[in-house]
């Protein structure tokens, strides 16, 4: 056979060929083996009568789905199935501005929400909202100007208030959500000095409504894990906390660089995170500060907020924090606790994933450096079913007003001590902390 010449393939038709099943076909050009065509009977099953494997099932709503176990011990257990109440049973959020937070983290976390729902929309600026509520599904009945924000008292669908607003509105949109008969979730920093604060807590008690305080560190596992590592004296002790929030920032025109709207510069925005954690996992509350305070001359962003902002808190139990936050360097954003006998570090510590926890200890002549897998959840998700739950069985928050107004206490305390050079006491709501709800079912 020369390369020209070619042999031609028997042809099968369709019928033909669904005939042979079961066989083993053998075709002339090449002798290809086909293998045998399984018939519709798979291991002793008929793949028409498949059932579900079985599961518990709950009468409760609220009580997960328990499906059949098929991994082994070897490996990490899954998360229990989610438990999403009905639409018709969750509560409906109010979210008041529509800047990064809110576009970026919040709306979509209440899409996986089990106890909260979008109900509402507030805005100024009327072509983003109207974009917004048709990616949400949220009715023009159902979305609010800055000026016509009180008639939300009328709307029946909205149980709270989620107020993401620059931290200088956030009392008068506190008080007017508390006027309106609504409960209010507000994010941190409460406001912008302890007075406002205390103006906040006296509307809302005024008013009998619940408001809580938007610190997601207090439901996000790596930290909470980590706090009960401290409770549990894993590693001995606790005596001495490192922690540092930075980022870098570079519009001068941001409402964060505006001293009226902020209240301040790197500490009340991300120092933050470092002061309320630390008095978290610890669960003491700072008697003494000592503080510097540094803006680079002439860097435009500066002119009306502070840059660094590195202080130290001392505790009763004589452990010390170091802190320090700056809105001029590269993100670092992690805490460590020094221990008797080990430390327990969180990188990523203070962000919205990605968190890292990582003990080391001594083991002999070994040192045992390990880091700790915990499955991540969504931080707001988390905080918005809390306070959802707290609504619905009268309980008090996790981290109500008072929890807001003892950072604001310890930062101005903080800001004094920068400007004068000196340690402060801290005058506080009290040593160790008693204004905390129930802990949080996570």
Known sequence: MNSTETTEKPKLSR???????????????????????????????????????????????????????????????????????????????????????????????????????????????????????????????????????????????????????????HKEYVIRSAQAGKHILCEKPMANSSAECREMIAACNKANVKMMIAYRIHFQPHNRKLREMLQKKEFGLAKYVEAHNSQSTANVNHWRHNKALAGGGALPDIGLYCLNTTRFVLDQEPVEVFAYQYSTPGNPLFKEVEELVSWQMRFPTGIIAGCATDYDVHESRRYRVNCETGWIDIDQAYAYSGQRLKTSRADGNIKRTEEISIGENNQFGAEMDHFSDCVMNNKKPFTPGEEGLQDHIIMEAIYQSAKEGKPIKINGLAQKNNWRGPEPEL
């Open 15 to 169: 019928k033909e060929f669904l005939n042979l099943t079961g066989k083993s076909l053998a075709v002339a050009a090449g002798s290809i083996a086909l293998a045998p065509v399984i018939s519709t009977n798979v291991y002793g099953q008929d793949r028409k009568k498949a059932t579900s494997p079985p599961a518990k099932i709950p009468s409760d709503v609220e009580k997960p789905i328990v499906l059949e176990e098929w991994k082994s011990d070897a490996d990490q257990k899954g998360a229990p199935t989610p438990t999403p109440l009905p639409p018709d049973r969750r509560l409906g959020y109010a979210v008041v501005g529509l800047g990064h937070l809110s576009l970026e983290e919040i709306l979509p976390a209440l899409n996986d929400c089990k106890k909260s729902k979008l109900a509402a929309l507030v805005s100024g600026s009327p072509d983003k909202m109207k974009k917004v509520a048709a990616q949400y599904g949220v009715g023009a009945e159902n979305c609010y100007s800055y000026q016509n924000f009180d008639q939300i008292k009328n709307n029946k669908q909205v149980d709270i208030v989620y107020i993401v607003l620059p931290n200088g509105l």
